[in-house]
């Protein structure tokens, strides 16, 4: 009689030949590739599988178990994994797919880099619904290769506005009806800005719940951000807000954080009062506000997207941000390295060494939050707010992950941060996330292993995005294509 190992790769056998009979008879197949010998990190936590074969068959995952027990038919392209290591596609959850200019800026420098990176789904976090709806459309209907993408449309924000485009609200009725008027135009999320005034912020909070759609975005600078989380605010980008909150003269801080300038301010008064409130934040940092708050987090179940690009490339920008020299900056389009080069100039201009290493306390205790966060179980996500100046799309991601190890998560937990994470976020943990069978083709195959050093994966052979085989050739193609038309604009 039968062992049931022996009837489940039996019926397994069936199951892949039927398939692939099928796929050959029709006329419209998709094809059908194998990866194997190859060691499996399925993003679910579990030990990596050695010498795993995984079948994928049109967008879907069709199975994947040992090479020795999974068969592979004669109607299957074979990729050799031997001695490479098997991810899910990476997300990026923070990022503006139409901020380097329409429409070629998504198209020919955004998108190939993110796929070339091995980004196969991304979260837009400011944007035109038109635009969006449009490119993503372009991307479900196969006309174009990118990712599977989320947004939120424009920003809701105070007068003025910090970006655009932007849905100025000012009282709480226009925040109410800001948000009907996006959830009807498709928008998977609702994004807050830092502008928005309490009463408004709180209005915008209300219609979301009672809409059922969620709202993320900044923690604006009028409210704490343990409001923000009592709010419902799914996310917190850039950890606004964060470190102002773990700080013991919190509210003073504050008022003085969103005082106007006094009027005929120089630029060396207003340097020293920026000095004079960066001083009192770190001098005043407190670790019991700082665990109360990451409570409050975890009770709230507010996810966190820290964005380390972003912070230590803008935001807390030191001279070691030496994009000159960068040679990622041969992918960016010659208009942007130029407002990339007058932005670092203008962040860097009238500051001393004693302001740059109060910047690099910042990062430093933002990353011990970050560690807090994710030891007291703080869901967190990685992204990195690209194309926004100094940061590489697509390249900034694996060093958002890098940045995760040095707070204190384990590279599993960095890599969920980019995968399994995102994916529960989104609602799409049936869909995506991790490797198993019947869900979508989206995988990256690694010359090395991610759990030794985060490091690798950047380290890419190939990518499947959607069910499409990329190999090193074809990465390297998109790369030179993009970097000709970067050479050109």
């Known amino acids: 009689m039968r062992s049931s190992r022996t009837r489940a790769t039996v019926a397994l056998f069936w199951t892949i030949f039927s398939a692939a009979v099928l796929a050959c008879c029709s006329s419209t197949r998709d094809e059908t590739i194998a990866i194997a010998h190859v060691t499996v990190i399925d993003a679910t936590g579990a030990s990596p599988k050695p010498d795993s074969t995984v079948v994928v068959q049109g967008k879907r995952i069709l199975a994947l178990g040992p090479s020795v027990s999974t068969p592979i038919s004669n109607y299957t392209r074979v990729v050799d994994g031997s001695g490479k290591f098997l991810i899910p596609g990476l997300a990026d959850m923070h990022i503006h797919l139409t901020g380097a200019g329409e429409p070629t800026g998504s198209r020919a420098f955004l998108i190939p880099l993110l796929i070339a990176n091995g980004i196969t789904t991304v979260r837009d976090m400011g944007g035109s619904v038109d635009l969006l709806k449009k490119l993503r459309s372009e991307i479900e209907s196969g006309k174009r290769i990118g990712p599977h993408i989320f947004f939120t449309g424009p920003y809701l924000d105070g007068n003025p506005p910090s970006f655009q485009p932007s849905i100025v609200v000012q009282t709480p009725a226009e925040g109410i009806a800001a948000v009907d008027k996006l959830k009807s135009e498709g928008v998977d999320f609702i994004k807050v800005q830092s502008r928005l005034l309490p009463d408004p912020y709180y209005a915008i909070a209300g219609e979301s719940n009672k809409q059922r759609i969620r709202f993320v975005g900044h923690v604006p600078d009028s409210i704490t951000a343990a409001a923000a989380s009592d709010a419902g605010q799914s996310s917190i980008e850039h950890l606004t807000g964060v470190l102002l909150d773990c700080s013991s003269r919190e509210e003073e801080l504050r008022r003085r954080q969103i005082a106007p300038p006094p009027r005929g301010e120089s630029k060396e008064q207003s340097l020293a009062r920026e000095r004079a409130w960066t001083k009192d934040l770190l001098d005043s940092y407190s670790a019991e506000r700082a665990a109360s708050l990451v409570q409050r987090f975890h009770a709230n179940e507010t996810w966190q997207v820290p964005t380390f690009p972003t912070l230590v490339h803008i935001g807390f920008i030191t001279p070691d941000a030496d994009l000159q020299n960068n040679p990622k900056m041969e992918y960016v ?85 980019a995968t399994a994470k995102p994916a529960e976020f989104l609602g799409r943990s049936a869909e995506q996330g991790t490797i198993e069978a019947g869900k979508r083709a989206d995988l990256v195959l690694l010359d090395a292993n991610p759990l030794d050093d985060i490091h690798n994966t950047q380290k890419i052979r190939a990518v499947v995005v959607n069910g499409t085989l990329l190999n090193r050739r074809d990465l390297d193609a998109m790369l030179t294509e993009v970097a000709q038309f970067a050479n050109s604009h």
Do not use: C
Not at 387 to 399: D, Q, Y
């Open 333 to 417: 389009p010659l208009k942007l390295q130029e407002l990339w080069q007058q932005g670092r100039r203008g962040q860097l201009e009238g500051r001393n060494a004693q302001d740059f290493a109060e910047r690099a306390q910042i990062i430093m205790r933002l990353l011990q939050i970050v560690g807090e966060m994710n030891a007291k179980g703080v869901p967190i996500m990685a992204g990195t707010d690209a194309a926004a100046p100094n940061v590489f799309p697509g390249f900034s991601l694996h060093e958002d992950l890098t940045y995760f190890v040095r707070a204190g998560l384990t590279p599993m937990q960095a890599l969920q941060a």
